[in-house]
Nanobody, 124 residues
Framework: QVHLEESGGGLSQAGESLRLSCVAS????????VGWFRQSPGMEREFVAA????????WYSDSGKGRFTVFRDNARNTVYLQMTSLKPEDTGVYYC?????????????????WGQGTQVTVSS
């Protein structure tokens, strides 16, 4: 079983940038797509961005398109989420997640492994 650990969250002001990292341990990390999800207080966990196993394809939510970039370095067992032009509505706990053998990485139900999350807070 792979273990995922996120880092890089913190407090930012609107317009600033943050880079989140997700480091995997336990086995090879390039078999399945990896996604980033966000959960804000009182809200359900929602898809933000994802990258394919080999890194050649990526997907974004409407809120992340044009501002966020997801990429991976499989040699370092790490997936990144570069966030720019941050907005207060980007605030939440960000989770790294590996999709299981079937399903769509944008669907939380298809996720097999979740990280513990990292808090991102954006002030106006």
């Amino acid at each position: 079983q792979v273990h995922l650990e996120e880092s890089g969250g913190g407090l930012s002001q609107a317009g600033e940038s943050l880079r989140l990292s997700c480091v995997a341990s336990g086995r090879a990390f390039n078999d399945y797509p990896v996604g980033w999800f966000r959960q804000s207080p009182g809200m359900e966990r929602e898809f933000v961005a994802a990258v394919s196993g080999g890194g050649g394809q990526s997907w974004y939510s409407d809120s992340g398109k044009g501002r966020f970039t997801v990429f991976r370095d499989n040699a370092r067992n790490t997936v990144y989420l570069q966030m720019t032009s941050l907005k207060p509505e980007d605030t939440g706990v960000y989770y790294c997640a590996e999709r299981g053998p079937i399903g769509t990485v944008t669907d939380p139900k298809a996720i097999a492994v979740w990280g513990q999350g990292t808090q991102v807070t954006v002030s106006s």
